[in-house]
Every structure is written in structure tokens, then in C-alpha cells.
């Protein structure tokens, strides 16, 4: 990254940089107890709390559309915390598109209207569809035009989401409220009759900083090291909200849908988390946990049973600290929404034994391995910038193919960040894949790291190594950390599948 991009993407006057050493003030401040890296200075943020609501307003469920739509991007109002604030939409006084819900073999026709002062585009994220639909950086649609998104869903059963993606402006963007789900369904998932309807509750964690007026976005130097955070936890577009449930199995469709906080899941009152999914749809098996992290981006699929227990018991989802989360994660606890039982009925379901038929990639198919090194931010003793977060030592450039792949090749990828300091969720379009191993740090996968991703979070001191069966939608991608701070100044590379 250029000079001068650093400092107009991180707020900073070029008369802060020579006015008697205040911008050195300003990195010691941002950057206490950050870690030196050769002669360079490597630079992290500062925990940002969350201030817990009351849980008083009711968990809203987005409307469900099908795969024959229009999204407006605009700008509306949306009642997020009381009050009536500026946001932007895919629809008019919401924070929050509508979720698109389809069958396999859909073939989705989505007309999209942008009516924001800026470019923008939609992102199908999780979706495996032909480039010129992905909602690559550069394919924008501008202020007062509109362009119509045409594809076949050809996937298994998952919870996808949609979110803007033009260079430079996603993380702006999405964080003052552009975002939606896209649910998959197919006959594997519907002969499991896992809870429906009003037992399935699809939940878009989000975290926003809030004034009377809007939402803020004015991300300073050591937040676009740390990614940007918010001090207020809106689910589905409300502030601390609260489910009633009844004493039974329900079934929950989690997103992270937060620009740069990571979440380390868990109930108070210690119940299991029964993974049945995660980001590519149904695992082998359901597997039980106490938490589990979900970093921006990663999807969730879970039971949750409250049978047992009696009316008015209140339990909550929350986030506990975690260790290794850099400077600025997993430092505090916080509630996250309310779940109240008000119902006490019998519930004959049972959790499957067995939930999906997936074969693993046995990595002696790899025809490749390629290994992207995540690099910390460095800067020279005379203040040239080389680049704040990047991959390879290289920042996004739009004219420059990093990677060519295959068609139908089956390749390795290693994400080394064994010599950084900082947390990176990352994530390929167009392609699912499958976690083999992860090195240092955790040293372990985790239980939502089976079955089939499309994010994965390499927490720092790690290298985490995937595997990747690309099919034949040939053109230019993107892969990308899903910390939108970082992805906008430029951790971001392109393959071309041909």
C-alpha cells in the first residue's frame, strides 16, 4: 500500500505525521504492548468493549424471499436500539436484507438496484457460482444503476449470506448495515426433519457503534491494524434481543456477520452446543461442545435443548474470553441475546446419529501446494509504507493475477501466520474446501472445522493448511482475510481458474 493510501484510508493528516512528533504519539498510543519486527514496527489495536443492553426487544425474524428478487442498496432508517438511525439496506427501514431461501437446482434471478451516492455490488458469499456473479471488487454497479445477479444454485443444503464487496468500501459499507442470508435447502437436509419454522431461528450477529443518529464508521490507524469494532451486539438488526422459546429443540442458523470481532459461542447455563453444520452445509456427524469460536464470516448450524427447563428461566448466548486473539480479542465476556422459556411442551425429536455423506479429500490428490504468508504491518525507519496487512509481501492489485489455478485441479493451500500477532479469518470465493491440520497455536482443528469451509480462521502464531477440489467456473476470484479492515487495505489476492 502507497503512502499516501495509508493515510487517507486510516483517518491521519499528513500535518499529523510532522507536527513535532505528534504522530509518533499517536502510535505509541495505538500500539502499546505491540511486538517489534525486524526495523519495522508492527502495529495492533486496543480491546473495544461492549456495553450490554437490557435484552427487552423481541428477536425480529427477516422476511424470506425467494431467489426471484429485487435489493435496493440505499440509504433508511432502522429502530436498532430504541432509537431511529440512519443505516443503509437492501430494503427500506431494515438493517438487514431479506433472507433469499431456495431449493437446490434454483436458478436465482436477483435484480439489484443501487441507489447509494457510491459503487457498490452484492457478494454472494458461500455461494459457487460463475465469476462474472460473485461480486468480484471491481465488478461494481454504480450510484443510480442496477444489474440483475442470474445463476443456478448447484450446492448442497448451508447457510450462505450476501454482502457488498467494491474495492476499498466493503467493510464501510456492510458495517453501516448492507448484509442478508441465502439458505440452501435440499432432500439430504429435509429427511433429517430438523427443527422448522418457528424452531429454526437464523441469527445475524453483528456488532455496530451506535450515536442518536447512525451508525459510526471512522476506523483510526490502530483499528484498521485490529479491525473495527462497536461497543453495542445487534442480532438480526436489534440491539440485545430476546427469543421466546419453549422446552424443546430449536435449531439456530448463526452467522458472524461482524466486520472484525470474533465471537467465542457459548449458553450460561452451560448447555451444549450440538454442531450439526457449518459454512459448506451439513457435517459427517453432530458434535457436542461447550463454546466455540466464529470469526466474520464463518457460519454455524446448531441444536440447543431447553428441554427441562421451566417457564421464566432465562439463559443467554454469549461470548467468553478466549486466549491468542491478538491485542484487541477475546479479552472480555459479554451476553449476547436472551433466551426466555415461556412454553413448556414434549418434544419427541431425537438429534440424527449420522447427518451427511462427506468423503475427505485425501491430500495425495494435490496436484499443488501453495503457501501464502500473512505478513504484519511494517513500516521503515523513514516512514515508508510498504503495505499495512498483506499476503505474500503483496496488497491487492486489481491488474495483477497472483495465482493461476486449473480447472478441476486439487491443490494445498498453507496460510502461514506463525510469525504473526494478529487473528485472520480466510476466505476463498468460489470454491468450498476442506481443513487438514493447523500447526502452532491451537494446534488442533476444531469441531466446526469438518466438512466442507469457506472461511477459516488462523488465529496468530498458527499456519493452518487446506485442501481445495476447483470445479470449472473459470474467470478471475478473489481470496481475502474476512477482517474487512484488513480486506480493504489491501489483504486480498486474486486467482484465475482456467
Avoid at 104 to 122: M, V, W, Y
Avoid at 329 to 336: D, L, R
Avoid at 436 to 452: I, N, V
Avoid at 464 to 473: C, E, N, S, W
Wanted: some cysteine; proline content about 5%; charged content about 15%.
Amino acid at each position: 500500500m502507497k503512502r499516501r493510501n495509508f493515510i487517507r484510508n486510516t483517518g491521519i493528516g499528513t500535518g499529523s505525521i510532522f507536527a513535532g512528533g505528534s504522530f509518533f504519539s499517536l502510535l505509541a498510543s495505538c500500539t502499546k504492548g505491540d511486538m517489534m519486527n525486524n526495523n519495522g514496527m508492527n502495529m495492533g489495536g486496543q480491546p473495544f468493549p461492549i456495553t450490554e443492553g437490557n435484552f427487552s426487544r423481541l428477536l425480529p425474524i427477516p422476511n424470506t424471499v425467494t431467489g426471484n428478487v429485487s435489493l435496493t442498496a440505499q440509504a433508511t432508517t432502522s429502530n436498532v436500539n430504541g432509537n431511529n438511525i440512519s443505516v443503509l439496506g437492501y430494503q427500506a427501514n431494515g438493517i438487514l436484507g431479506p433472507t433469499i431461501r431456495v431449493n437446490n437446482g434454483t436458478n436465482a434471478n436477483i435484480s439489484f438496484q443501487n441507489n447509494l451516492s457510491e459503487k457498490s455490488n452484492i457478494h454472494w458469499h458461500g455461494l459457487k457460482i460463475p465469476a462474472n456473479m460473485d461480486g468480484h471488487p471491481e465488478d461494481i454497479v454504480n450510484p443510480g444503476s442496477s444489474f440483475n445477479y442470474q445463476f443456478t444454485v448447484n450446492q448442497r443444503a448451508g447457510l450462505n449470506w450476501y454482502h457488498p464487496h467494491p474495492d476499498g468500501a466493503t467493510a464501510r459499507q456492510a458495517f453501516q448495515g448492507l448484509a442478508g442470508l441465502f439458505m440452501v435447502n435440499d432432500s439430504e437436509e429435509a429427511a433429517l426433519n430438523l427443527p422448522s419454522g418457528n424452531f429454526e431461528l437464523p441469527l445475524v450477529i453483528q456488532d455496530k457503534r451506535l450515536t442518536s443518529s447512525g451508525i459510526t464508521y471512522n476506523p483510526s490507524m490502530g483499528e484498521v491494524m485490529s479491525g473495527y469494532m462497536g461497543e453495542t451486539i445487534i442480532v438480526n438488526g436489534v440491539a440485545f434481543p430476546f427469543a421466546e422459546v419453549a422446552s424443546r429443540f430449536y435449531r439456530l442458523r448463526i452467522l458472524n456477520g461482524s466486520n472484525a470481532r470474533i465471537y467465542n459461542l457459548a449458553f450460561s447455563n452451560n448447555t451444549d452446543i450440538i454442531i450439526i453444520g457449518n459454512d459448506g452445509g451439513l457435517l459427517k456427524n453432530p458434535i457436542a461442545v461447550k463454546n466455540i469460536l466464529l470469526a466474520p464470516g464463518e457460519r454455524l448450524d446448531v441444536l440447543v435443548n431447553f428441554a427441562g427447563a421451566t417457564i421464566g428461566t432465562e439463559i443467554f448466548l454469549e461470548s467468553r474470553v478466549f486466549d491468542n486473539g491478538g491485542s484487541a480479542q477475546g479479552k472480555q465476556g459479554f451476553k449476547i441475546m436472551k433466551f426466555k422459556v415461556t412454553q413448556s411442551v414434549n418434544n419427541s425429536f431425537t438429534v440424527p446419529v449420522s447427518l451427511s455423506s462427506i468423503n475427505a479429500i485425501p491430500p495425495s490428490s494435490s496436484s499443488k501446494t501453495r503457501t501464502f504468508v500473512i505478513n504484519a504491518m511494517q513500516m521503515s525507519n523513514g516512514m515508508n509504507m510498504t503495505g499495512i496487512h498483506r499476503i505474500n509481501d503483496k496488497v491487492y492489485d486489481s491488474s495483477r493475477i497472483d495465482e493461476r489455478v486449473a480447472a478441476n485441479a486439487t491443490e494445498i493451500w498453507v496460510f502461514d501466520n506463525s510469525q504473526g500477532d494478529e487473528p485472520h479469518p480466510m476466505h476463498l470465493h468460489g470454491v468450498h474446501f476442506q481443513v487438514l491440520e493447523r500447526k502452532g497455536g491451537r494446534a488442533k482443528l476444531t469441531a466446526s472445522e469438518s466438512g466442507w469451509k469457506d472461511t477459516v480462521l488462523v488465529l496468530p502464531r498458527e499456519t493452518v493448511k487446506i485442501i481445495i477440489p476447483f470445479a470449472t467456473l473459470e474467470g478471475v476470484f478473489v481470496f481475502h482475510c474476512h477482517n474487512l479492515e484488513h480486506e480493504d487495505d489491501g489483504m486480498m489476492l486474486q486467482y484465475q481458474l482456467a
